[in-house]
């Protein structure tokens, strides 16, 4: 039984992401939820008392290297889930609406989030996605932003996120032509505005008619992997809800 591995696991959609797949089977494989805090999570705190060692739960700061390299180490036989879920806004919570705000050291935390440690985490795992897909089939998720298609872009700002989610569909669709060569799918999956902790400060200016919850985006999110089983569609970029790709 191959395990799952989700980051960004502590709250939000990745919490939800975690319970949604444990419930799935409880003779199941594990699943490992990582994120900086995520052993002093509340949430998975409860999950993993109510699923034992079917949850293995891991502190594991993206941006770091070594412990990327140490939560992928846990992960001991074949990986059929990697879920990019960690991200950042900014570390002001703020994204920059001018390019007059730029700070190196902001651009360069956003990018190392949002788009080195998930390149650096696949590289990890990707022996055991491999192992996994010879089996049946791997998959790499990532929770992509509708900010990174630069053909829709008509309102500028949000320098920094913008750039790291475009990079982020750009890491995508990269490792969609390896992985094609070895079964390994990839796909980024635009929510749209969820009510979460993370888009709180911009739900007032939630330009969609509905505002989703974790739980209904996470269903939603692995009902779409479920159906993603075609290597030659491999790194699209989709609105979960909608089914339509997005452009670049």
């Not at 494989?29 to 949430?43: H, N, Q």
């Not at 790291?164 to 990269?174: D, G």
């Not at 974790?214 to 089914?243: C, H, P, Q």
Request: proline residues 4%; positive net charge.
């Amino acid at each position: 039984m191959s395990s799952a591995f989700v980051t960004g696991a502590s709250r939000g959609i990745g919490l939800a992401l975690v319970g949604k797949l444990l419930a799935r089977s409880s003779g199941g494989g594990t699943v490992i939820a990582a994120a900086r805090s995520a052993s002093r999570s509340p949430g998975l705190g409860a999950l993993q008392a109510q699923h034992g060692g079917r949850l293995v739960v891991v502190d594991m700061d993206v941006t770091d290297v070594e412990s990327v390299d140490a939560a992928a180490r846990l992960c001991t036989g074949p990986c059929g889930l990697l879920v990019h879920g960690a991200a950042m806004m900014h570390p002001s919570g703020k994204g920059e609406n001018s390019v007059q705000r730029l700070e190196q050291a902001d651009f360069s935390a956003v990018m190392a989030t949002n788009v080195i440690g998930p390149a650096l985490l696949t590289k990890a795992l990707y022996p055991r996605l491999r192992e996994a897909a010879k089996a049946d089939q791997a998959k790499v998720v990532a929770i992509g932003a509708g900010v990174g298609s630069v053909g829709t872009n008509a309102a500028g700002g949000w320098y920094s996120y913008r750039v790291s989610k475009t990079a982020l569909n750009a890491l995508m669709k990269n490792l969609a032509i390896e992985g094609a060569r070895h079964n390994v799918l990839t796909t980024t999956l635009y929510p749209e505005m969820v009510d979460t902790e993370f888009a709180q400060p911009y739900v007032k200016n939630n330009p969609y008619p509905q505002l989703r919850t974790a739980d209904e985006t996470a269903a939603r999110m692995l009902e779409l992997a479920d159906e993603l089983t075609d290597v030659k569609n491999s790194g699209r970029f989709v609105n979960i809800w909608s089914k339509a790709d997005i452009p670049w």
